[in-house]
């Protein structure tokens, strides 16, 4: 401290002398030692009056850093009583744990299966389209299921009344009125029908249910006709019964429904190849009717010109009759001769249109083929840009290459089993051909014998 005033006594007395050097009014040195005198003893009042504020603030933080140091001690001391009172209560919250355990038995047990089932009911409720007519049911269900404390006697009684309200709810085909969202994003406020917990419909249309926003939504796409005609029946109806689609898995099997391509969306995804198979298909079966129409006429109007001796002039039969009468006077080797000619001369007739039958059953499944080799050159390009990472990449070229071999075995199948029957019923012509054939060269013998004899 000592140290510390002498310096700042030099210091002051220092710049003093530089001031009063400074100043050009002083006019010997005795009147520049007078000056310093001066400053000095006024610098000096001043260093004494600050040494005096920093005694004073010195003492003043020397007593609060006393008051701390007490009340720190205090505080250990607090600290020392605390973790002694805390061992205590340590020790006898341990054993009235155990007491609480051994106490509770069984009701431990009971409380983890409650809030298990509370766990898998709300999974459940949430999902439920009853939700949507009675919303706000899972609050008291997700209590129990979230709480860590042991749930109540009258937690466990409302759960157990709303499980009980789910089980009848179920069994009920109720109408009501809500909010439904339509295809076209509108919201508006319809009368629906539930059927249990399995469906909604509303206007003949099916619902969906969305849990995160509790509303009721068509779908997009409704399943087959004679379902919605069943749905619209339905919430015609005002009593009796009425025959209805349920879907049992609450949603599951309605949304596989609606996501099942149609027949003409399948046609569509076998690209240009299909159509081609189903264009030679069509061609194949108008032949194959065409065919099927002359094939049968010509048979039965032989088989009853054969039985009754009536001349048609329109079947093969009357032709070849008519190469017997034409040459009555030769031999019957020639009369062979010339009906067999007439015979191949209706062949072509007969067999019209069969090869190309055959064709379109050999080409279609041939077509399909191509479709498939199409098909998969298309995934395995897919593969080789996007990797195997998104199944839905590859799905148009898997696509392709099983419908095109689909539709190749639906119209090569149908047109291989007609052109055999087809073939079948040609020669069952031929053989009313031949056989008349036949007659007629045996009654040209008979005839020849009695004229020599």
């Known amino acids: 401290m000592r140290f510390l005033t002498i310096s700042l006594v030099t210091i002051t007395f220092v710049l003093s002398y530089n001031q009063a050097y400074a100043n050009s009014s002083l006019n010997s040195l005795d009147d520049l030692v007078k000056q310093v005198r001066k400053n000095s003893v006024l610098e000096s009042r001043e260093l004494a009056e600050r040494e005096k504020l920093f005694r004073q603030q010195r003492d003043k933080r020397a007593g609060m850093l006393n008051k701390i140091k007490a009340q720190l001690a205090r505080e250990k001391q607090r600290g020392h009583v605390l973790n002694l009172h805390y061992e205590e209560n340590e020790a006898l919250i341990t054993k009235n744990s155990e007491l609480l355990h051994e ?26 389209i009853i939700s949507a007519q009675i919303p706000g049911r899972n609050e008291a269900i997700n209590k129990i299921a ?7 006697i009258k937690d466990m009684e409302d759960f157990w009344r709303l499980v009980l309200d789910e089980m009848v709810q179920t069994g009920k085909v109720t109408r009501f009125e809500t909010a439904v969202i339509t295809h076209n994003g509108e919201e508006l406020r319809k009368e629906v029908v539930r059927l249990g917990a399995f469906n909604v419909i509303s206007d003949g249309l099916y619902l969906r249910y969305l849990p995160e926003t509790g509303r009721l939504v068509e779908l997009g796409r409704q399943p087959a006709s004679r379902f919605v005609s069943m749905a619209r029946e339905l919430q015609q109806s005002e009593s009796g ?8 898995s609450r949603g599951a099997i309605l949304s596989l429904m609606v996501q099942t391509p149609s ?9 240009v190849i299909g159509y081609l198979i189903i264009i030679l298909g069509l061609i194949g079966l108008g032949l194959v009717i065409e065919r099927m129409v002359v094939l049968t006429l010509s048979f039965r109007k032989m088989k009853q010109e054969q039985e009754t001796n009536i001349v048609n002039t329109e079947t093969a039969l009357t032709r070849i009759r008519q190469v017997a009468q034409d040459n009555p006077s030769i031999d019957s080797e020639t ?38 080799v199409s098909g998969m050159i298309e995934t395995f390009q897919s593969i080789t840009l996007f990797g195997t990472g998104d199944p839905k990449l590859m799905s148009g070229g898997i696509s392709v290459a099983l419908v095109t071999t689909e539709l190749g075995l639906i119209v090569a199948i149908p047109l291989t089993l007609l052109h055999s029957w087809l073939a079948g019923s040609a020669k069952k012509v031929f053989f009313i051909m031949d056989e008349e054939s036949a007659a007629l060269i045996a009654n ?10």
Request: aromatic share 4%; glycine share 10%.
């Open 241 to 248: 019964i009425s025959p209805i689609a349920l879907d049992p």
């Open 146 to 152: 979230t709480n860590k404390s042991n749930p109540t």
């Open 335 to 372: 009369l062979g001769l010339k009906l067999d000619q007439a015979i191949l001369r209706e062949r072509p007739m007969i067999r019209r249109f069969l090869p190309t039958v055959a064709i379109f059953a050999a080409i279609a499944p041939l077509l399909g083929l191509l479709g498939t």
């Open 103 to 128: 106490k509770m038995g069984s009701l431990g047990e009971l409380f983890g299966v409650v809030r298990q089932n509370a766990k898998d009911m709300l999974s459940l409720f949430n999902g439920s």
């Open 444 to 453: 040209r013998e008979e005839q020849s014998h009695a004229v020599s004899s």
């Open 263 to 271: 027949i003409a969306e399948r046609i569509n995804q076998g690209g």
